[in-house]
Nanobody
Framework: QVQLVESGGGLVQAGGSLRLSCAAS????????MGWFRQGPGKEREFVSA????????YYADSVKGRFTISRDNAKNTIYLQMNSLKPADTAVYYC???????????????????WGQGTQVTVSS
């Protein structure tokens, strides 16, 4: 069974930075594509970023492009989301996800992911 545990969330002022981590157990991340999603207050969960490690491609939502960076550390079986120039609109619970047995419809889509973390809260104050 794969377990994903996010950490690194918190309260930060607008313009600040946070780095989220997602540690995996039960499966090596090198065999999975990974993504980050978020769900703001009263909103649907939305795509933030993803990495296809087999191709070396990364993907970002337009709203975070140029501010967020996804990366991984295979030795630690961990992925990261570096978030810079944070805005109040970035306030949300952030979830990491990993692909697995489900059909991959594209890394921007929740249905492509088989495993999810419990989420970590990010709050950006104005």
């Amino acid at each position: 069974q794969v377990q994903l545990v996010e950490s690194g969330g918190g309260l930060v002022q607008a313009g600040g930075s946070l780095r989220l981590s997602c540690a995996a157990s039960g499966r090596t991340l090198s065999s999975s594509d990974m993504g980050w999603f978020r769900q703001g207050p009263g909103k649907e969960r939305e795509f933030v970023s993803a990495g296809s490690w087999s191709t070396g491609s990364t993907y970002y939502a337009d709203s975070v492009k140029g501010r967020f960076t996804i990366s991984r550390d295979n030795a630690k079986n961990t992925i990261y989301l570096q978030m810079n120039s944070l805005k109040p609109a970035d306030t949300a619970v952030y979830y990491c996800a990993a692909t697995g047995p489900k059909i991959n419809y594209g890394l921007r889509y929740e249905r492509s992911y088989s495993y999810w973390g419990q989420g970590t809260q990010v709050t950006v104050s104005s």
